[in-house]
């Protein structure tokens, strides 16, 4: 049972270049999150898909989208990366009441 | 939408004492609140949680409190040991926010030997 997976673990990229990060859950969760890192900020939501076919915004949105591409799947997408967009991303996932589960992270560097 | 302030950012302890975490929250229709633990380069794990429905919880050496009145709650590690030594994350969850969490900005936790 590996719960959340990310790919990929580590990323370089130059500005203005575009990237998809993934997350899949094996858990047969409803709601999935993706969510950004900065050192002194804890973690901030950038998009939440609550169910299957749905996204929605989160707290900080601006130069990302996202896919819910069925069930166990959600992209987040950078389509022309800013230096600002450098972070380590965390994908979640939870079930109705349920704590949310944490992927392992991806770290993202933008030169 | 909800604000969540946690205090404070740094914490230091000698092994053996008791270390206390403090998060205000802003909404007052939140109704979960999970505290994680997250080691140097690791994801964020659940340690203990509390619905609006309770005072207090306890697991072990952690136990969470719950001020609905003043929109606080507190985490409490008795007896530290090195390996607690972690940033520390609260979080809120309001009645209609889809599972959305509202995170405090951490607290980095040291325990010396």
């Known amino acids: 049972n590996a719960g959340v997976t990310q790919t990929p673990k580590f990323q370089v990229l130059k500005t203005g270049q575009s990237m998809t990060l993934q997350c899949a859950q094996d858990m047969n969760h409803n709601s999935m999150y993706w969510y950004r890192q900065d050192p002194g900020m804890g973690l901030r939501l950038i998009y939440y898909?609550?169910?299957?076919?749905?996204?929605d915004k989160g707290e900080v949105p601006n130069g990302y989208n996202v896919s819910r591409l069925n069930k166990r799947e959600f992209s987040l997408r950078l389509e022309s990366a800013a230096p600002s967009q450098t972070s380590v991303y965390f994908c979640?996932?939870?079930?109705?009441?349920?704590?949310?589960?944490f992927g392992d992270g991806t770290r993202l560097s933008i030169l | 939408g909800e604000n969540v302030e946690q205090h404070p950012s740094t914490l230091s302890v000698q092994e053996g004492d008791s270390a206390v975490i403090k998060c205000t929250y802003s909404?007052?229709?939140?109704?979960?609140f999970p505290w994680y633990k997250q080691e140097l380069g690791k994801r964020p794990q659940l340690i203990i949680d509390?619905?609006?429905?309770?005072g207090e919880k306890k697991d072990q050496r952690i136990a969470v409190t719950l001020n609905k009145t003043a929109k606080h709650f507190s985490l409490h590690i008795t007896e530290t040991q090195p390996e607690d030594s972690a940033v520390y994350f609260c979080?809120?969850?309001?009645?209609?926010?889809?599972?959305?969490?509202?995170f405090g900005q951490g607290t980095i936790l040291t325990v010396h030997p």
């Open positions: 979640a996932s939870t079930q109705g009441n349920q704590p949310q589960h």
């Open positions: 509390i619905r609006s429905n309770v």
């Open positions: 898909s609550a169910s299957e076919g749905t996204t």
């Open positions: 909404d007052s229709a939140s109704n979960y």
């Open positions: 979080a809120a969850r309001g009645g209609t926010s889809y599972g959305k969490l509202t």
